[in-house]
T-cell receptor, first 115, second 110 residues
């Protein structure tokens, strides 16, 4: 069974640009989570999508947005990039209806660098 | 707010020794999970302990949970060089979100 995949592996942008990150969940998983892991700050919850809808959002500004497609893959968009957006962005998935314990399966991440 | 605070932050041990790390949290939880991260890559789920459980084992891992003290510990027995990683605890507060701590860096010296 293929795991969670993310693309690209690395992304370099300059301040003010937009970044788009992509995630494909494990087959059959309907929930996708996004996390930001900035140096020294641990994992910060960004967004949760389930069945195509945004279900929950972390404490991030509106320039962080995303969507989930009918095949349950997801995009994270970051507009008007700032230097502090440089981080590892992790995507995780789970099968909402199978597990009531919120065990999440993570992808390898996208390393975003803002210059 | 940041839930889950691991202590100590960094641990360096010899291969074969045991490694213990702790995690505290602030609110009621449904369960607590431990994850491992190798070299800034994705996280791997290690073990989950429910709020009504006190101890759980999985291979060389032993997790304890004390809900009265709002704390958990992860013990890795007979450590190996491959256990070198960052270890995160995450609490599930029942809102379909996981709140992660800042992680423990464990270095196992061969």
């Amino acid at each position: 069974e293929a795991g969670v995949t993310q693309s690209p592996t690395h992304l370099i942008k300059t301040r003010g640009q937009q970044a788009t990150l992509r995630c494909s969940p494990i087959s059959g998983h309907t929930s996708v989570y996004w996390y930001q892991q900035a140096l020294g700050l641990g994992l910060q919850f960004l967004l949760w999508y389930d069945e195509g809808e945004e279900r929950n959002r972390g404490n991030f500004p509106p320039r962080f947005s995303g969507r989930q497609f009918p095949n349950y893959s997801s995009e994270l968009n970051v507009n008007a990039l700032e230097l502090e957006d440089s981080a590892l962005y992790l995507c995780a998935s789970r099968w909402t209806y199978q597990s009531s314990y919120n065990e999440q399966f993570f992808g390898p991440g996208t390393r975003l660098t803002v210059l | 707010s940041q839930q889950g605070e691991e202590d100590p932050q960094a641990l360096s041990i010899q291969e074969g020794e045991n490694a213990t790390m702790n995690c505290s949290y602030k609110t009621s939880i449904n369960n607590l999970q431990w994850y491992r991260q190798n070299s800034g890559r994705g996280l791997v789920h290690l073990i989950l302990i429910r709020s009504n459980e006190r101890e759980k084992h999985s291979g060389r891992l032993r997790v304890t949970l004390d809900t009265s003290k709002k704390s958990s510990s992860l013990l890795i027995t007979a450590s190996r060089a491959a256990d070198t990683a960052s270890y995160f605890c995450a609490t599930d507060q029942g809102n379909n979100r996981l709140a992660f701590g800042k992680g423990n860096q464990v270095v196992v010296i061969p």
